[in-house]
């Protein structure tokens, strides 16, 4: 597991992307009002996109802890504290 790396967005809210075991990255921050994208046939998310960034969405090159590959899966882990789960290809 790598060291967590932290982001701040334009309004200087913190957000944390770690690696998991299992290669997958947890994204942890404040989540309140974002706007979330979802695929109409299989329910599955596609995109979220908290006030102020960062913008996540499938396909797109995942930027931060280093990585170079492509956002495959988002998973909505937990409510309180938000908890998501990127599956990078």
């Known amino acids: 597991m ?3 790396s932290k ?3 334009r309004y200087g809210d913190e957000y ?5 075991e299992d290669g ?3 994204w942890e921050g404040p989540f309140e009002n974002c ?3 979802y695929d109409l046939d299989s329910a599955s998310i ?3 996109d908290p006030p102020g960034g960062p913008y996540i969405s499938l396909e797109l090159p995942f930027r931060y802890l280093g990585q170079s590959r ?3 899966k988002i ?3 937990q409510e309180e504290p938000v908890k998501i789960k990127l599956v990078l290809k």
Request: charged share 15%; proline share 4%; net charge positive.
């Open 24 to 26: 997958t990255v947890l």
């Open 70 to 72: 492509k956002i495959q």
């Open 35 to 37: 706007r979330i994208g």
């Open 16 to 20: 944390t992307f770690s690696t998991q």
């Open 2 to 4: 790598s060291k967590p």
């Open 75 to 77: 998973e909505w882990l």
């Open 7 to 9: 982001y701040y967005n």
């Open 46 to 48: 596609t995109m979220i």
